[in-house]
């Protein structure tokens, strides 16, 4: 039944695309300049009707070449402009179907030439029927660090110490790389990629339906940026920091007139230094005991990246793309947990010293065809994309008890083995039906399959023994199966987008021991509703609506994890299921000459809401997933950009919510509403002799559940650049974390215990960057990666 849904769906699409052909007349040509015959790319190109109506609209491609085509009957006229040259119209008869033009000549508009010098820059927000965009700028934090880091400042977005991504407080987002899920967001690979490749950011909380349902917060889409000049040309960007933090990143690019060759190679040898302090409570049996910890941590990581691929385009309409990506990182940690227990007065004291070696590779081969068609905007894409890495991780732990005796206790090892293969299908077609309406409808297949292998031992004499029952092997198996049929539609200044998805999902959990054997399979419907009204040229309304799944993470659905620490463990939920969300939005873009303001309300009810649960089991702590009954959240966001001057620019963002949740797991009630708030300051000021300076803070209020309590989080991020050498080179130092203000303070309770940790993951990091640029002016990057289906 479920596969006939999926095949049902797909049967409408293509039989509403079938009967939308209308017979078309069409017509086409070059255009070129009267007095050099050199052709003017993108002129716009108009066709009207014999009252001037305006009937389809477009563009010629970069060799100045044009299709057009329209339904209308009857005598037409094309008109023809390019800024700075005279408009030209042609007229055709109404018995005229199809023609070519020939070469179309422009004139030179002398006056315009003479007179006017116009320097346009994209808008740095805007907002469109089913997303938000902001536009990566020059500023020296997005051109120093890592996209991890230029995630950090972009509007809505915050990031977790470790790489952990979150949309408005929410972490169920999805990342994207140009509109598809890539190796680049898997793992640390953002680390790896430099900010300043990144062209604009897309937000987007509310997809429609052409995207995958993932993601209850929503999908943040990083758009790369493509290189667009013939011959050579690349970028060379070194990097040298405190702590240890150096990189090369090497990018060259190669284009000609049917081939595009594009490379980038990452080096990155990193430290980072760590503190961890831990306060627990214990009352048993009306007897109270209490443990004061401290974790030293030093980390060390080594990455590799390589990327790349060629473009062929063997004809303006026929465009193939071939890559491969590898990142592989080799990662060596040391870690010192100090643990001193006492009642009244100090008990006893233990050190343990741990020690360990990971090594991760991710590879990802991707295919893309795009197949242009004649008709304007019409377009077919094939994606093809297979992923698969493998991972070895290995702890040596040694233990001793240093007070009230001095005392060896057994040495620990572990080891963790992962192994995945991923392979994903889709294709996706647009088809406009007039010059207002467009019906998008597409396919997708992807099956994944991960093996990881648990083993924790401890030394008996001259042998190992198991710990806790820890070995075994999980195997996780994951089809799903999607259709999509969208519908979008322009009446005067208000626009509207219809679309329905339908996903099938088989999930397979097994273990070497058969102790899990979970199996699910479940088809839904994911409806969208995107709306939108200009109330003028500077200001825009938008409504949106849409429902959206989110599946557990792998390391929440594993049963085992490290036991570095002697005195709690995370274990993961086999047994947990994903939660639904329904999202509502209304958001207004106003802008105000050098003032642009975006508020926004939001609205969201989740089921089944996973959330941690901390219980204490044989002396020690554990936090699992679960899923709970419910979760309401809503509130308001507001994001102003203010340029009162060419040199300066400011910012601020300010999202208040209030969420309530309910629920009840073993002998712990959910039940709890609370409110919260971020912001974030940001400025950029530009001195003489292209000096840059500028600042950021960032502010997290507290939040709050059933179980735990975080304290307000801040953290301020400067940094000050120079471009020299007719912008082909740039220098830049930059601090994050300054003065070491970022740390995490949690109060956990539970039955009969409490536990406070104040945790600092990274100290402050001193950076110095240096970007040279072949063939390239500041602020053009290297191809990086084929934008496909969802450009």
Known sequence: MKHIAITFTLFICFWLNSTAQLKERSFSGHVKEKTTNAAIPFASVTILNEAGKVLVSGMADDKGKFTLGTTQQGKLSIEFSFMAYHKVSVTIEADKNKADLGTVLMEPDTRVLNEVSVTAEKAAVSLKLDKKVFEVGKDILSQSGSVTELLAGVPSVSVAPGGGISLRGNSSVLVLINGRRSGLTAGTALEQLPADQVERVEVIANPSAQYDASGSAGIINIVLKRNKKSGFNGQLRLVGGIPNDSRISPSLNY???????????????????????TNQKVNQNGFNSMLNQRQDENRHDDGRLVYFGADYQPDSLNTITIAYLRNATKDHDKTTLAYNYFSSVPDSA????????????????????????????????????????????????????????????????????????????????VTPLNNKATLTYGIKAENRRVNSDFLAEGRTGDGWTVIDNIDNGVGYNEFIGSAYLQFNSKISHFSYQLGLRSEYTE???DDRRDVYDSKKDYLKLFPTLHLGYEMSKSTSLQFSYSRRINRPALNNL?????????????????????????????????RMG?????????????????????????????????????????????????NPYKWLQMNMELNVYHFSQAGVYASQDFAFSGNTYTSRLGTQVKLPNKFSVQARYNFTGAVNNAQSSMKAIHSIDAGVGQNFLKDKASLLFDVSNLFNLRKFSTTTTGQGFSITQVNSPNAARYRLTFVYRLNLSDGQGVRQAKSGNRS
């Open 594 to 642: 050098t003032l642009i303001i975006n508020p926004s309300l939001y609205y969201q009810h989740n089921t089944g809401v996973m959330i941690d649960y901390n219980y204490r089991e044989n002396g020690l702590f554990i936090s699992m997933p679960i899923n709970i009954k419910q979760e309401e959240r809503s509130g308001a966001e507001l994001s102003v950009l203010y």
């Open 255 to 277: 284009k000609s007139n049917k081939l595009n060759l594009f490379s980038t190679v990452g080096l990155r040898f990193s430290d980072y230094v760590g503190l961890y302090k």
């Open 507 to 509: 999930v397979r959990i």
């Open 350 to 429: 233990l050190v343990r010293s741990g020690e360990s070696w990971e090594n991760r590779n991710y590879n990802q081969i991707e295919f893309n065809y795009t197949r242009l068609f004649k008709k304007p905007g019409k377009k077919l894409t094939v994606d093809m994309q297979y992923d698969f890495w493998n991972s070895a991780k290995n702890w040596n732990l040694a233990t001793s008890k240093i007070s009230p005796s001095v005392e060896q206790r057994p040495e620990i090892s572990t080891s963790n083995n992962g192994s995945s293969r991923d392979f994903a299908a889709q294709s996706d077609m």
């Open 558 to 590: 594993y049963p085992f994890n490290e036991i570095t620490d002697y005195n709690s463990r995370y274990a993961g939920n086999p047994g947990l299921n994903p939660s639904y969300a329904n999202v509502f939005e209304l958001g207004l873009l106003k």
